[in-house]
C-alpha cells in the first residue's frame, strides 16, 4: 500500500457577516477544497499557500489561527491502493478573483448551506462544517 499526505485549506471571502467558501471543480468531476501532495522539504502552510496560488491565483490570503482539520481516504492508483492523509486549514482571502489552473473546470464562490449540498464527497462535506462552525465560535469573520 502507498502512502501519501497533502495539505489543503476550506478558503472563504467575507463580506460585512456574509461567508462565502470557494470550492472547485476538478477534471474528475467532484466538487473539492484547493489541495496538494506535499513536496520535499516544504512546510505544511507552504504547500497550502502553494497550492492556492497555483489553483486559483489567489495571493492574498491569511491563516486562520486555531483551525486544522485532518481527513484519510483510500483510493486507487495505477493498481496500487494510496492511503491518502490530508491535513486541512482555514484560510481568508482578500479577494475574490479566480484564475483556475487547468488541473479544475469551474468554480463557485457559496454560502455555506449551498456549499455543503454542492461538496462531492462526506469528508469535505464534515471539513466545511466543522471550519463554518469554528467561524462562528470566533465570531465569523475575524
Known amino acids: 500500500m502507498l502512502h501519501e499526505k497533502s495539505a489543503g485549506a476550506v478558503v472563504f471571502y467575507c463580506e460585512g457577516n456574509s461567508i462565502e467558501y470557494l470550492l472547485l471543480l476538478y477534471e474528475a468531476g ?6 496538494g501532495n506535499i513536496e520535499e522539504g516544504e512546510e505544511i502552510v507552504e504547500t497550502v499557500r502553494r497550492e492556492i496560488f497555483e489553483e486559483t491565483g489567489i495571493k492574498n490570503i491569511t491563516f486562520v489561527p486555531g483551525f486544522k482539520h485532518e481527513i ?8 496500487d ?34 456549499a455543503l449540498k454542492k461538496l462531492t464527497y462526506k469528508t469535505a462535506k464534515e471539513t466545511l462544517t466543522k ?5 462562528i465560535s470566533i465570531g465569523r469573520c475575524p
Open 30 to 35: 467532484h466538487w473539492d477544497f484547493p489541495k
Open 72 to 79: 484519510r481516504y483510500f483510493y486507487k492508483k495505477m493498481g
Open 81 to 114: 491502493i494510496v492511503n491518502k492523509k490530508v491535513i486541512f486549514y482555514l484560510v481568508r482571502s482578500h479577494e475574490k478573483n479566480v484564475t483556475l489552473s487547468s488541473e479544475h473546470k469551474d468554480y463557485m464562490w457559496l454560502d455555506y448551506e449551498n
Open 131 to 135: 471550519a463554518h462552525n469554528f467561524l
